[in-house]
């Protein structure tokens, strides 16, 4: 039996944690970008390990913003990237570090809200994400650099 964790992120997984990103995902960011994260927002930065070895990360940070259901200026997660190394999918990790994540979001920051982009032809993210009752708030049309539409998929914590 594999034994199954989900931890805050600490310096020494930046280097897995891209090369996940790299494999996983066409969205890349320089090491500056995870460093930052990691400085300003270590307890809303999850990896999952898989017997020690890391196998998937969940990445956010807090924005204040107009609520995608109220009338009201609010404290909100960004889920920015999350990633599982293929082998390691449909055993629940992204639902782990997700359903971690929020909970911090809300505990720590006292985030209301969640929200995220994801590629209109993302399959697999999608479903994921509204197994976790996020509901699709706005279509961004041209959001990725390749031309593809996002949809904003956000959610009340
Ligand atoms: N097809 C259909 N439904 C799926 C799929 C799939 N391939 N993958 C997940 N789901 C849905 C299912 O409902 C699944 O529940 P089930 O297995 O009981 O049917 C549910 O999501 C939960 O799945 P998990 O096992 O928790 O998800 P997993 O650990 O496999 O990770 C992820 C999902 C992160 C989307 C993974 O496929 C991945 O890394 N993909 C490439 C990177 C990516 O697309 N990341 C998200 C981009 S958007 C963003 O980062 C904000
Ligand atoms: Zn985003």
Redesign the pocket.
């Known amino acids: 039996m594999s034994f199954i964790r989900v931890r805050p992120a600490i310096m020494d997984d930046i280097d897995m944690v891209i090369a996940i990103n790299i494999e996983?995902?066409p969205e890349h960011y320089p090491l500056s970008f995870w460093v930052e994260h990691l400085k300003k927002w270590s307890d809303i930065f999850y990896v999952a390990e898989v017997d020690n070895e890391i196998v998937?990360y969940a990445l956010s940070r807090i924005e204040e913003g107009q609520s995608y259901f109220k009338s009201s200026y609010i404290k909100m997660g960004h889920?920015?990237?999350?990633?599982?190394?293929?082998k390691?999918?449909?055993?629940?990790?992204?639902?782990?570090m997700i359903l971690t994540l929020l909970n911090s979001l809300k505990s720590i920051y006292g985030a209301e809200e969640a929200f995220?982009?994801?590629?209109i032809s993302?399959?697999?993210?999608i479903?994921?994400y509204e197994?976790l009752s996020f509901k699709v708030v706005k279509k961004l049309t041209q959001y990725y650099l390749d031309g593809e539409d996002a949809l904003l998929m956000a959610k009340a914590l």
């Open positions: 996983c995902l998937g889920i920015v990237s999350v990633a599982v190394r293929e390691f999918r449909r055993k629940g990790i992204a639902t782990y995220l982009e994801v590629r993302n399959e697999p993210a479903k994921l197994k």
